[in-house]
């Protein structure tokens, strides 16, 4: 295989899988139907409702050819994603432990995702929030391996608390964290990471955030992965506060993409 010759050349890698999320036995109210497609709006996965004779209620199910890879309860979307907003990220609100990603979600790894910021969109840039948060959780309970992170400012680990926390966190767990982004502030001065600055598109206009765990690492199947867990996301914003995403949990691309950012950005 060819090496890469741009972060973008990454989307041509994905498997982009054709799936869908169904509503099984809906008894929610509409508005609540309405956040779960507020979050998904223009995005290539599919949902509807469906009923299913003897099936729990407001079960979401994640569907590919017929087969259900996964299933959430409406409530655990709600909790985690769907009555979330970014701002409990920024200020710390919410904190790593409690980040979660239902399965459903989970398994739309290496769909391509195109997404608004506010205010064109309250919702679909979350996904992508919450995403970054599953990484930086999975490091964290790692307590090894790498984590490198672009923030196109260095500015926004001094004034998000929530964020700054975080690194704080994943660092002092014996993580190796690398940040990436324009240098706006001595922002990263107190964190015990490595800092790279640069002008350049990737530290201007791409949003990732790659973990590799440490060689010899079991890995665990849980939704939020765990100890030996490879996971990347990668977003590109080639126009104004417009993100195409993907993210990944193949550890053959995961370290691709790592080698990549370690020698290239």
């Known amino acids: ?46 949902i509807r409702d469906a009923e299913v004779p003897d099936g729990d209620a407001d079960v ?12 959430s309860t409406l409530d655990e979307l709600l909790e985690s994603v769907l009555l979330i ?49 599953v990484i930086e959780r999975i490091a964290n309970e790692t307590g090894g391996g790498t984590l ?19 690194y704080e966190s994943v660092a002092r767990s014996g993580v190796d964290v690398h940040v990436y982004g324009v240098d706006d502030a001595d922002s990263a001065e107190t964190l015990p990471v490595t800092v790279h600055t640069g002008s350049s598109y990737p530290y201007r206009r791409s949003w990732f955030v790659v973990f590799t765990p440490p060689d010899g690492a079991d890995a665990r199947n849980g939704p939020n992965g765990g100890n030996g867990d490879h996971a990347a996301l990668v977003a590109l914003e080639d126009e104004p506060n ?24």
């Open 1 to 46: 295989m060819m090496d890469p010759d741009s972060l973008r050349a990454f989307f041509e890698e994905i498997e982009a899988p054709d799936r869908s999320l169904v509503v099984l036995n809906r008894s929610s109210p509409d508005p609540v139907r309405g956040l779960l497609d507020s979050l998904l709006e223009g995005q290539p996965v599919s």
């Open 60 to 71: 979401v199910a994640l569907v590919e050819d017929g087969e259900v890879l996964a299933h």
């Open 85 to 133: 907003n970014s701002d409990l990220y920024r200020t710390g609100a919410i904190g790593l432990g409690e980040v979660d990603l239902p399965d459903v979600l989970r398994g739309l790894d290496e769909v391509p995702f195109r997404v608004r910021g506010y205010p064109e969109s309250n919702k679909e840039k979350l996904l992508l929030i919450v995403i970054s948060r």
């Open 148 to 166: 490198r992170a672009s923030f196109q400012r260095l500015s926004r680990l001094r004034d998000e608390r929530g964020t700054y926390e975080v």
């Open 242 to 265: 417009v993100w195409d995403g993907f993210w990944t949990f193949r550890p053959e691309l995961v370290d691709r993409i790592d080698r990549y950012i370690a020698d290239r950005v």
